[in-house]
């Protein structure tokens, strides 16, 4: 099983749509956790931290679920500037390949 | 805002040829860490560090080697370019403890390199 695991889609979306995409990983003794965007031909740049209790920014909630070994991110009424890759990370610096989401119009 | 500086944005060269990847940053971070991101692939670690003089192997080091003399700088070195290291190579760096912010990679903005 790899470290961590995300279904690369793409996710192909209506505008205004709600969305929401997981990012399993292995070890169970994993501490810290983010979600990064990643636009076309752009580096990576942090989305947001997950915590244990979830969090919210905004349109934006990430949640962490430590019995299944995953994290989520949900967007809700979504743009088509949320188009991008959205790469998971788990214990600070161990990337996910990352899942593609497109906005349509 | 940190900012992490990469040297060249392109570069080409031939297989064989010794290939220096400089990154930069201003904020005084502890880590620094180099990337490589291919298709398919995402991004895999090749080499970190945590201090001045310090390196670790990450996931993928081998045909690269890293070089830390002052605390803002991380170089990638590859001693002999072959065609599969062709890649986007992104250098990143963070802050440690327990401050907000802390543990955040801050990327540059990427170095493809072209063996031929």
């Known amino acids: 099983r790899k470290e961590v695991e995300q279904d690369p889609g793409p996710f192909n979306v209506p505008e205004g749509a709600t969305v929401a995409f997981n990012c399993t990983y292995s070890?169970?003794?994993?501490?810290?956790f983010f979600w990064y965007r990643q636009d076309c031909r752009k580096e990576p740049k942090l989305l947001m931290s997950?915590?244990?209790s979830g969090n919210e920014d905004g349109r934006f909630t990430a949640q962490l679920n430590r019995a299944s070994q995953y994290i989520s991110l949900l967007i809700r009424d979504s743009k088509l500037s949320d188009s991008a890759t959205y790469l998971c990370v788990v214990n600070r610096v161990i990337f996910g390949k990352g899942t593609r989401l497109h906005i349509l119009p | 805002d940190v900012k992490v500086t990469q040297s060249s944005r392109y570069l080409v060269k031939r297989t064989g040829e010794k290939v220096f990847l400089e990154c930069v940053q201003d904020m005084d971070h502890e880590n620094m860490f180099w990337y490589r991101q291919d298709p398919g692939l995402g991004l895999r670690l090749i080499y970190f560090?945590?201090?001045?003089?310090?390196?670790e192997k990450g996931d993928i080091p081998e045909g690269y080697s890293v070089s830390r003399e002052k605390k803002e700088r991380f170089s990638l070195i590859l001693e002999s370019a072959s065609t599969n290291q062709t890649s986007m190579y992104l250098c990143?760096?963070?802050?440690?403890?327990?401050?907000?912010?802390?543990?955040?990679?801050?990327f540059g903005a990427g170095s493809r390199l072209t063996v031929l």
């Open positions: 070890n169970s003794a994993s501490q810290s």
């Open positions: 997950v915590y244990s």
């Open positions: 560090s945590y201090d001045v003089k310090m390196k």
């Open positions: 990143a760096s963070s802050t440690s403890g327990r401050l907000s912010g802390a543990n955040v990679l801050t």
